[in-house]
């Protein structure tokens, strides 16, 4: 079974730049399947935040950006607000067309 | 506008099978291109994918759950179903059903998601 490893926790003071990183391996982000990110805030449902790697739904900041690379992706959270206090969780796919979500990551505003 | 919401069972007893409903307003479960998922998280933890079902009734399921999962649609109500037999409490979680519409730019993300439905698991 694919797993996505992400940081449990990663924390910036508002106005800073804040990275979350996935992790995943050659048999699901490696092997050429799109990353998608989604944010959750608390007691809330999940929000797809970055589609496909790198692009934006209609409504979400400019302040929040994707990319991947490798076996890996990263979202990037540039002029950090006290609102962007959430869980994040990056999804992809493997050969099977099996749904993997990462293991999540809280984001806290100092 | 389209909304999808979860309903079912709040409680259920361990052994017994959950059934769940996710029903669909403002788009068709039969229009070409639309993937309905059943995703959980238990409490304090991540996500995790369970099931999913495509408009011409292709069923994916999750490996390590696959045996005690099956995915259904009923396209005249708009609702998909899922049951989860031989329930235990560490399934306890918060149930949802996401949208996947590979016609659309977001191709296969989750793009809309229901409120979820919390299930306990408990004697």
């Not at chain 1, 699901?28 to 449902?45: C, F, K, M, S, T």
């Not at chain 1, 076996?71 to 749904?99: K, N």
Request: proline share 5%; hydrophobic share 30%.
């Amino acid at each position: 079974q694919s797993v996505l490893t992400q940081p449990p926790s990663v924390s910036g003071a508002p106005g800073q730049r804040v990275t979350i990183s996935c992790t995943g391996s050659s048999s699901n982000i490696g092997a050429g399947y799109d990353v998608h990110w989604y944010q959750q805030l608390p007691e809330r449902a999940p929000k797809l935040l970055i589609y496909t790697n790198s692009n934006r739904p209609s409504g979400v900041p400019d302040r929040f950006s994707g990319s991947k690379s490798g076996t890996s992706a990263s979202l990037a959270i540039t002029g950090l607000q006290a609102e962007d206090e959430a869980d994040y969780y990056c999804q992809s796919y493997d050969s099977s067309l099996s749904a993997f979500f990462g293991t999540g990551t809280k984001v806290t505003v100092l | 506008q389209v909304t999808l919401r979860e309903s079912g069972p709040a409680l259920v007893k361990p052994t017994q099978t959950l059934t769940l409903t996710c029903t669909f307003s403002g788009l068709s479960l039969s229009t070409s291109g639309l993937c309905v998922s059943w995703i959980r998280q238990p409490p304090g933890k991540a996500l995790e994918w369970l099931a999913r079902i495509d408009w011409d009734d292709v069923k994916y399921y999750s490996s390590s759950l696959k045996t005690r999962l099956t995915i259904s649609k009923d396209t005249s109500k708009n609702q998909v179903v899922l049951t989860m037999t031989n329930m235990d409490p560490v399934d306890t979680a918060t149930y949802y059903c996401a949208r996947i519409d590979t016609t659309i730019v977001t191709h296969d993300a989750f793009d809309m998601w229901g409120q979820g439905t919390m299930v306990n698991v408990s004697s």
